[in-house]
C-alpha cells in the first residue's frame, strides 16, 4: 500500500511497517516546543500530574517570544515560571533576550529541526516546520505536558491533499501570496484534519523563506500540517544546520490523496486577505481605494531576511507615508543582524519606519503595535480574525511584505509596482 510523506513519518515513528489514514497510532517525538503564553500551562499540567522530570532535556525547546521582552508584570511572572522550570530540568534549549528569535523562525535557523523529524508544539503555527520535510503540528499545553513528560503522544493518521506546482514567481509575488491563494480557493476549512503536501517542478522557483511562510499558514486552511517534498533546496539549508541526521520521505506513486490541486505559479498575483478571514481574498483588480493606519511587516511568517528584503528595495527609494506607523520585525536576532549588515535598517529607519526586536508582538494583539477602535492594518502576519490585532472594531489586512511595504508609502492598500 502507497504512504503519503506524513504518513511514512508517522510509520517511522511508531515503528510500523505502514499507516493508513484514520488509524491512531503513538509515536515518538523528536522535539517538544513551547512558548511563555503555553509553557506555564504545560508545567501546572505536569505538576498537576506528579510528573516532576522531562523525558528528555535535549528534545525541548522553549521559546518566549509572545510577549517579550515583558511588557508587564503578569508576563514577567510568566516568563519567571518558565525559566525555574528550565533551570530546574536543566533544558538544553531555551532562547530568551539576547538569544531570542520568533519560535518559528528560530528552530530551522538553529538546525533543530530535520527532514523526517515529528514535533508537537503548544503554539498552531507550528506546522512551519513541514517546509523542511518534518510533520509538525500545534498541540495544546496539555499534550505538550504530555510530550514532555514521556517523549511521546498519540495522532489518528490523517488523510491527504497533494499540491502539485509547476512555473515560477512573477515579480513581487511570493510564498505568501501562493498561500493566501490556495486558502482563499479552498476555504479555512478546506483541509480540515488533513494533510497538505507540495510537490512538484514548481518547488524548485521556490525558497525555503517560501516554504516557510506557505507551511506556516497551513493551519489557515484547517490543516493538521502542511510538509513539502525534499529537493536540494532543503537539503541546502540544512546542511551545516542541522543537529541530527536526518530521513528524507517521499510520498509513494501510489500514495492514497483525497484530492490533488494544481497551481501554476504563473499565474498567481499579489493577494490581499480582507477582514476577518484569511480566505476572503482579494487580488488588486478587486479592491478598492482603502485608507490603512498601521502597517506591521514581521511574524513568524513574514519575520525572515527574503520578507525585509522585499520590503527594504520598496523603502529605498520612498519614505512612510505621513501618519502610518509602520513596524519592521526581524524574526531571529541572527536575520536583525543580517539586516543591519546589509543596510536594510538604515533602509527603515530612514524611510520613517521602526524596527523592533524580534518578538510575535502585534500579531496576536500582544504588544509593539495594538491597534484601537476603528483602525485599519495591513500586516505580513497570518490570522486577521475579529480582534486579532486590538479592539474588536478595528481591521486587519494580510498581505506579502512587498504589498505591505508599498501601502506604507501611499498610506492606502496598494500593489508594489505602484510605487516602484
Not at 48 to 71: A, C, E, M, R, W
Not at 177 to 182: A, G, K, S
Not at 315 to 328: D, E, M, P
Amino acid at each position: 500500500m502507497g504512504m503519503t510523506m506524513t504518513q511514512k513519518i508517522f510509520a517511522s515513528k511508531a515503528g510500523l511497517s505502514e499507516v493508513s489514514a484514520g488509524q491512531y497510532v503513538e509515536i515518538e517525538l523528536d522535539v517538544v516546543l513551547g512558548n511563555d503564553i503555553t509553557t506555564p500551562v504545560a508545567i501546572d499540567e505536569m505538576m498537576k500530574h506528579g510528573l516532576d522530570k522531562v523525558h528528555d532535556q535535549s528534545k525541548i525547546v522553549i521559546v518566549p517570544d509572545h510577549f517579550t521582552p515583558n511588557k508587564d508584570i503578569k508576563t514577567a511572572e510568566q516568563c519567571q515560571m518558565v525559566r525555574k522550570f528550565v533551570k530546574d530540568q536543566s533544558i538544553e534549549h531555551y532562547f530568551e533576550v539576547g538569544q531570542m528569535g520568533i519560535e518559528h523562525c528560530l528552530l530551522p535557523e538553529a538546525g533543530l529541526v530535520v527532514p523526517g523529524d515529528a514535533v508537537i508544539g503548544a503554539d498552531s503555527h507550528t506546522c512551519t516546520y513541514g517546509a523542511l520535510g518534518a510533520f509538525s503540528t500545534g498541540v495544546g499545553s496539555t499534550d505538550m505536558a504530555a510530550g514532555m513528560a514521556s517523549g511521546k503522544t498519540w495522532f489518528r493518521v490523517p488523510e491527504a491533499m497533494k499540491f502539485e506546482l509547476t512555473g515560477s514567481l512573477n515579480p513581487w509575488v511570493s510564498g505568501k501570496d501562493v498561500i493566501l491563494h490556495i486558502i482563499g480557493q479552498i476555504g479555512v476549512d478546506g483541509a480540515r484534519y488533513r494533510s497538505m503536501e507540495f510537490t512538484g517542478e514548481g518547488l524548485s522557483n521556490l525558497s525555503m523563506d517560501d516554504r516557510f511562510t506557505m507551511a506556516n499558514m497551513a493551519i489557515e486552511a484547517g490543516a493538521k500540517n502542511g510538509i513539502f517534498e525534499v529537493d536540494e533546496t532543503t537539503l541546502s539549508y540544512v546542511r551545516g544546520r542541522g543537529q541530527r541526521e536526518m530521513t528524507v520521505f517521499k510520498a509513494d506513486i501510489d500514495a492514497p490523496y483525497d484530492e490533488t490541486i494544481h497551481i501554476d505559479l504563473n499565474k498567481i498575483e499579489p493577494v490581499v486577505a480582507f477582514p476577518s478571514l484569511p480566505s476572503n481574498t482579494r487580488t488588486f483588480d478587486q479592491i478598492p481605494e482603502i485608507d490603512i493606519d498601521q502597517v506591521v511587516i514581521g511574524s513568524c511568517t513574514n519575520g525572515r531576511i527574503e520578507d525585509l528584503r522585499a520590503a527594504a528595495e520598496i523603502f529605498k527609494n520612498n519614505a512612510v507615508h505621513k501618519g502610518i506607523r509602520t513596524i519592521i520585525i526581524p524574526g531571529t536576532q541572527k536575520i536583525y543582524l543580517q539586516a543591519i549588515e546589509e543596510g536594510l535598517v538604515q533602509t527603515f529607519i530612514k524611510a520613517g519606519a521602526i524596527v523592533s526586536t524580534p518578538t510575535c508582538g502585534p500579531c496576536l494583539g500582544g504588544h509593539m503595535g495594538i491597534l484601537g477602535r476603528g483602525e485599519r492594518a495591513v500586516a505580513t502576519t497570518n490570522r486577521n480574525f475579529v480582534g486579532r490585532m486590538g479592539h474588536p472594531e478595528s481591521e486587519v489586512y494580510l498581505a506579502s511584505p512587498a504589498v505591505a511595504a508599498a501601502s506604507a508609502v501611499t498610506g492606502k492598500i496598494t500593489h508594489p509596482k505602484e510605487v516602484v
